[in-house]
């Protein structure tokens, strides 16, 4: 048998394989008088015409098995990738959260008073953590209030200005703490970059 005969005959097996293949497949899924099966019944039908039904239920078990291991093999690979990254970046990664770009430490902010704080990142893009504290529970901190809180007092008929807000800027962050704010007496501000 020349080449191109060869070739033609390798192409018609395979053109009738697929259709023999095909049909096969076109009698399991579909049945006009039954209602739409699950992908997972259409694919137990279509081993078991196939293979007969003792190879396909040992053929969906092996599936299965695959499936499990596969995805243990994920687990694993997020595992390492994990560990990969703490053993990259050392002690600044030891409690698996980065150390802040900027640390302002803490410093004392009066009642309507503006505090700016350099912070020279030369970016906007940067995530904000204002923590605030009371003099007079100084070992504690809050976050009461960030970005102001109005409260109104309907027995005197006043509403309230406390709480805290800032405003960023590229090298710099501006705190203001509102006049009747009680539990805001000293600030700090962390930043950290976003990586773009």
């Known amino acids: 048998m020349k080449t191109d005969e060869k070739q033609i005959a390798v192409v018609a097996i395979v053109f009738i394989a697929a259709f023999l293949c095909g049909s096969l ?35 969906t078990e092996m599936a299965d ?69 009371d003099e007079d529970s100084f070992t504690e901190f809050h976050n009461f209030g960030s970005g102001g809180a109005f409260i109104d007092d309907y027995v005197i008929d006043r509403r309230h200005s406390a709480g805290t807000m800032w405003t960023a800027s590229t090298n710099s962050i501006d705190i203001y703490r509102y006049p009747d704010d009680v539990p805001s007496d000293y600030v700090r501000v962390m930043l950290w970059k976003i990586p773009l």
């Open 25 to 59: 497949a076109t009698t399991t899924f579909t049945n006009k008088y039954a209602y739409p099966v699950s992908s997972a019944q259409a694919q137990a039908s279509f081993w078991s015409r196939l293979f007969g039904r003792a190879q396909a239920d040992e053929i």
């Open 65 to 133: 098995v695959i499936r499990l291991v596969l995805d243990q093999i994920e687990n694993i690979h997020d595992l390492e990738t994990r560990i990969a990254v703490l053993e990259k970046c050392g002690p600044e990664c030891e409690y698996g959260f980065p150390l802040p770009d900027y640390d302002s430490g803490w410093h004392p902010i009066d009642n309507n008073e503006h505090l700016t704080l350099q912070h020279n990142l030369d970016t906007m893009d940067y995530f904000v953590y204002l923590m605030k504290k």
